[in-house]
């Protein structure tokens, strides 16, 4: 059973930095695609970031120059290091896994997910 497992959200001010971290554990794949989404309250679950097999990466345009997804040295997890933070950034954030290597930006192309971790940025 694939388990995803998110931590690192917390409290921080504006203009602060936050790194959250996921683990992906049980069956694995090689190299396999993975990403950040986050929702807001009364919002939908928006897309974040990814990382494809390769190490290709996208980020949304919201976040683009201020975040930052990327692996670890072991394959199963992946970080989103999180900088200039602003209050519109404040989300629960959740961790999804792909299948397959190749990158995805839509959250019906993820086929995991993690139980999410809150992030809170003050003004």
């Known amino acids: 059973q694939v388990q995803l497992v998110e931590s690192g959200g917390g409290l921080v001010q504006a203009g602060g930095s936050l790194r959250i971290s996921c683990t992906l554990s049980g069956r694995t794949f090689d190299n396999n695609a993975m990403g950040w989404f986050r929702q807001a309250p009364g919002k939908e679950r928006e897309f974040v970031a990814a990382?494809?097999?390769?190490?290709?990466?996208v980020h949304a345009d919201s976040v683009k120059g201020r975040f930052t997804i990327s692996r670890g040295n072991a394959k199963n997890m992946v970080y989103l290091q999180m900088n200039v933070l602003k209050p519109e950034d404040t989300a629960v954030y959740y961790c999804a896994a792909r299948m397959f290597n190749e990158i995805a930006t839509v959250r019906s192309a993820f086929h995991y997910w993690g139980q999410g971790t809150q992030v809170t940025v003050s003004s």
């Open positions: 990382i494809a097999g390769n190490d290709y990466r």
